[in-house]
T-cell receptor
Framework: GIQVEQSPPDLILQEGANSTLRCNFS?????LQWFHQNPWGQLINLFY???GTKQNGRLSATTVATERYSLLYISSSQTTDSGVYFC???????????FGKGITLSVRP | GAGVSQSPSNKVTEKGKDVELRCDPI?????LYWYRQSLGQGLEFLIY????????KSGLPSDRFSAERTGGSVSTLTIQRTQQEDSAVYLC?????????????FGPGTRLTVT
């Protein structure tokens, strides 16, 4: 099946800093979603982005489908951005999402 | 509007007992998915429903796991004769339709602990 690799596995930032989170996938995809898992375990939808670029406030994402990667940009980070960021892709015919192992982000005041 | 809801939020059970986990999808969403999140395995897909039908059950870990959906809405995941390795957070998701063009939205999960 499709493989998803996220990097770096852990990231520590000072409040106000910018960061880039990366997601590589092993095959062509029809769906790619970025999630933020908050400290209570809830997966919050950030972006549905199988290709192209989207922006939402301080967050933006770019997926280059032909090169099989996606990037999540966080600008002017805040302590509330802390948590685990997951990339998930779907490349087959059954709509199941395959998740990466996640990137643990800690933003320090 | 209301998001995906799951119940119970936490469940502690003794090894060998059966448990039922419930998922209420977002109103109007026809596709429903079950995933499991555990420390060793990360987030893994279990099963999905198109309406009341589950075309692919290959993600279920063993024959002790089963799921059903009735009325195109509520779904129940049942684990029989629970084992300690079943301890995990069980997540439900729903989407407006079936297929990769539809974004999946997740519920808060049920944390299952098997003692």
């Amino acid at each position: 099946g499709i493989q998803v690799e996220q990097s770096p596995p852990d990231l520590i930032l000072q409040e106000g800093a910018n960061s880039t989170l990366r997601c590589n996938f092993s095959d062509s995809v029809n769906n790619l979603q970025w999630f933020h898992q908050n400290p209570w375990g809830q997966l919050i939808n950030l972006f549905y982005i199988p290709s192209g670029t989207k922006q939402n406030g301080r967050l933006s994402a770019t997926t280059v489908a032909t090169e099989r990667y996606s990037l999540l940009y966080i600008s002017s980070s805040q302590t509330t951005d802390s948590g685990v960021y997951f990339c998930a892709v779907e490349g087959g015919a059954n709509s199941k999402l395959t998740f990466g192992k996640g990137i643990t982000l800690s933003v320090r005041p | 509007g209301a998001g995906v809801s799951q119940s119970p939020s936490n469940k502690v059970t003794e090894k060998g007992k059966d448990v039922e986990l419930r998922c209420d999808p977002i109103s109007g969403h026809t596709a429903l998915y079950w995933y499991r999140q555990s420390l060793g395995q990360g987030l893994e897909f279990l099963i999905y429903f198109q309406g009341n039908s589950a075309p692919d059950k290959s993600g279920l870990p063993s024959d002790r796991f089963s799921a059903e959906r009735t009325g195109g809405s509520v779904s129940t995941l049942t684990i029989q004769r629970t084992q300690q390795e079943d301890s995990a957070v069980y997540l439900c998701a729903s989407s407006l339709g079936w297929g990769s063009v539809f974004e999946q939205y997740f519920g808060p999960g049920t944390r299952l602990t098997v003692t």
